[in-house]
T-cell receptor, first 117, second 111 residues
Framework: DGGITQSPKYLFRKEGQNVTLSCEQN?????MYWYRQDPGQGLRLIYYSQIVNDFQKGDIAEGYSVSREKKESFPLTVTSAQKNPTAFYLCASSQGTSGRIPTGELFFGEGSRLTVL | KNEVEQSPQNLTAQEGEFITINCSYS?????LHWLQQHPGGGIVSLFM???GKKKHGRLIATINIQEKHSSLHITASHPRDSAVYICAVPNYGGSQGNLIFGKGTKLSVKP
């Protein structure tokens, strides 16, 4: 079955640590996205990638980094520079994108919940 | 900038009831997304529509482009429909354009 796999589902981070969230898709989609969800708020875009070896900042990129070395993979690193990293992180993909706006249906993973200890 | 408002914020229904969730936006768009976030957190795309109506099983989505309004209907609701329903609309603005997500409508269907 085609879809998006995120891991780990739960992650705990100590102060000063970098952590990496994995996102893998087998939908053959060019565009991939990382969103952050906080209680009572809509999803916010962290980073997006329109094609392999390319990625762009979203609205809240500070303290985060990404890579897109393979079409299937778009890992997100939450660095120690992110002052408030406790949140639910969702990875998504779509067939295409017009800048930061998906031009097709969005497919999401199950999410990763990060908690800072 | 496009603004999106969903109503109601919370909705409790009895099994079998007809459900309507509303989404209004402020700037004309090309397409609108309806998403379902289940209790575990994962999100599933329900509809992407640009005009008229779409139906999938017991779910129906409509959009009125002139009034900048969309509705999601659930017929014969069931406890497994309990989830947060989110609408999302594009906010055009060149390189700063984005998909704007509503805060969601939390639906609870009681048996």
């Amino acid at each position: 079955d085609g879809g998006i796999t995120q891991s780990p589902k739960y992650l705990f981070r100590k102060e000063g640590q970098n952590v990496t969230l994995s996102c893998e898709q087998n939908l053959n989609h060019d565009a991939m996205y990382w969103y952050r969800q906080d209680p009572g708020q809509g999803l916010r875009l962290i980073y997006y990638s329109q094609i392999v070896n390319d990625f762009q900042k979203g609205d809240i990129a500070e303290g985060y980094s990404v890579s897109r070395e393979k079409k299937e993979s778009f890992p997100l690193t939450v660095t120690s520079a992110q002052k408030n990293p406790t949140a639910f992180y969702l990875c998504a993909s779509s067939q295409g994108t017009s800048g930061r706006i998906p031009t097709g249906e969005l497919f999401f993973g199950e999410g990763s919940r990060l908690t800072v200890l | 900038k496009n603004e999106v408002e969903q109503s109601p914020q919370n909705l409790t229904a009895q099994e079998g009831e007809f459900i309507t969730i509303n989404c209004s936006y402020s700037v004309g768009i090309s397409a609108l997304h309806w998403l379902q976030q289940h209790p575990g957190g994962g999100i599933v795309s329900l509809f992407m529509l640009s005009s008229g109506k779409k139906k999938h099983g017991r779910l129906i989505a409509t959009i009125n482009i002139q009034e900048k309004h969309s509705s999601l209907h659930i017929t014969a609701s069931h406890p497994r429909d309990s989830a947060v329903y989110i609408c999302a609309v594009p906010n055009y603005g060149g390189s700063q354009g984005n998909l704007i997500f509503g805060k969601g409508t939390k639906l609870s269907v009681k048996p």
